[in-house]
C-alpha cells in the first residue's frame, strides 16, 4: 500500500484496489508496459496486483530483479491460467535455434 500510495498523485485519496487513474504519468507508464508486456494478462489491465505494484517499484528504484525467474513464473502461470499470456513463444524459440537445441521427437 505504501509503493501505491507513493505513485499517486493525490496520496490522501481513498483508495479501494490498485488502480491505474489516480497514478502520475511515469508510474502510469511503467505499470501498462508491466501489465501489456513483461507480464500480459488477459483483461483489465487497468487493475494493478501487489506482484505488478512491487516490480513498478523495482523498476522505479533501480533494485536489481531476477528477471528469468519473473518470465519463468509468469509461463508457468500462463499453462495453469487462462486469464494469463504466453508472449514469449518466438523468443524462446530463437534461443532453443541457437544453441542447437533438438525439438523432434
Do not use: C, G, S, W
Given at each position: 500500500?505504501?509503493?501505491y500510495k507513493s505513485c499517486l498523485k493525490n496520496p490522501l485519496s481513498k483508495m479501494r484496489s490498485f488502480s491505474v487513474g489516480g497514478l502520475k504519468m511515469n508510474e502510469r507508464l511503467?505499470?501498462?508496459i508491466i501489465s501489456w508486456m513483461l507480464?500480459?494478462?488477459g483483461n483489465n489491465h487497468s487493475t494493478l496486483s501487489e506482484?505488478?505494484?512491487v516490480l513498478m517499484y523495482c523498476i522505479m528504484h533501480k533494485v536489481k530483479l531476477n528477471w528469468?525467474?519473473?518470465f519463468k513464473d509468469h509461463m508457468q502461470k500462463s499453462?495453469?491460467?487462462s486469464?494469463?499470456?504466453?508472449?514469449?513463444?518466438i523468443l524462446i524459440s530463437k534461443f532453443l535455434n541457437y544453441f542447437e537445441?533438438?525439438?523432434e521427437e
Open positions: 500500500m505504501q509503493i511503467n505499470a501498462f507480464t500480459p494478462r506482484e505488478d505494484m528469468i525467474h519473473i499453462t495453469k491460467l486469464d494469463y499470456h504466453y508472449p514469449y513463444a537445441v533438438d525439438l
